[in-house]
């Protein structure tokens, strides 16, 4: 039984690093492309990229708004929720079945812990959800910071009752989940919005567009914290101590400089 589900775990954990690889380099992609677009002169078109890659070369135009339905329009999608649910498996496979997920002398039960696991991830949605709509979320650097001090204490809260790799993973698993569900409840939605009314012929609605940019940008700063998440438990300095929220703490706001460095910079 238990060679089954280490032969199961390594089958998900490589699945989900080349599933992860393929979303988050797309989005690094994409931003990047935003940032270095040609300007353009052409009617409804905001700016335009020549790249070379194996071989061949590619005209990339950015519309600043969908003049029609193409026949062919590719959606970048799977990625985000193959990333999702293969780690979502993982964690299923090697915390809430395998590996110790409480902190020792927890009086909480298995299936009690379990349940504080789901509600993390449940709850970071909601909290995003919160600031990113209140007032809080007109100013980008306020939001972030409200954002940064509600992970800071979700792992200490979470520390509580999770063993020290479980909380690690968990703020990971949280930045995850706001991350899928930006791309399956805002930036989906808001690109099939603008599609039909295109096709419908009405005027457009930049608001929509903006939204979804904004839900890229900030999936892109969670990006590098979260894989830091992932790999930290190979490095029990970061979490073996009873001071590791303030190092994850430390560490979270790297991810966010690093990320912001990649995409003003590279």
């Known amino acids: 039984m238990n060679d ?13 690093v080349i599933a992860g690889i393929m979303w988050i380099g797309t989005t690094y992609l994409f931003n990047w492309m935003e940032r270095v677009l040609d300007p353009s002169t052409k009617p409804n078109i905001m700016g335009e990229l020549w790249m070379v890659h194996g071989g061949g ?8 708004w969908p003049e029609k339905n193409p026949r062919v329009l590719h959606w970048f999608k799977w990625e985000s929720m193959l990333t999702w649910l293969s780690g979502m498996l993982l964690l299923v496979v090697v915390y809430w079945a395998g590996a110790p997920l409480l902190e020792y002398g927890s ?3 298995r299936w009690q ?13 909601a909290a995003y959800d919160v600031v990113w709509r209140s007032p809080l979320g007109r100013s980008e650097l306020l939001g972030a910071a409200v954002c940064w001090a509600l992970a800071v204490f979700a792992a200490w809260l979470l520390g509580r009752w999770l063993s020290d ?6 703020i990971g698993a949280m930045f ?9 409840m805002t930036i989906l939605p808001n690109q099939r919005k603008a599609l039909a009314l295109a096709a419908a012929g009405e005027p457009p609605q930049p608001e929509l567009g903006k939204r979804a940019a904004r839900c890229s940008k900030h999936n892109t700063y969670m990006s590098v914290p979260l894989i830091f998440t992932m790999i930290s438990n190979h490095y029990p300095m970061t979490f073996g101590r009873d001071s590791n929220w303030i190092v994850l703490a430390a560490l979270v706001l790297v991810g966010f400089g690093c990320a912001k460095v990649v995409r003003d910079h590279l």
């Open 176 to 184: 995850g989940t706001v991350m899928v569900t930006n791309v399956w």
């Open 113 to 125: 812990g379990i349940g504080v696991s789901a509600a993390s991830l449940i709850l970071a949605r």
């Open 4 to 16: 089954a589900l280490d032969w199961l775990s390594l089958v998900l954990r490589w699945f989900h």
């Open 165 to 170: 790799r479980a909380v690690f993973l968990h």
């Open 107 to 109: 009086g909480l039960t």
């Open 57 to 64: 070369f590619y005209l990339v135009e950015k519309q600043k």
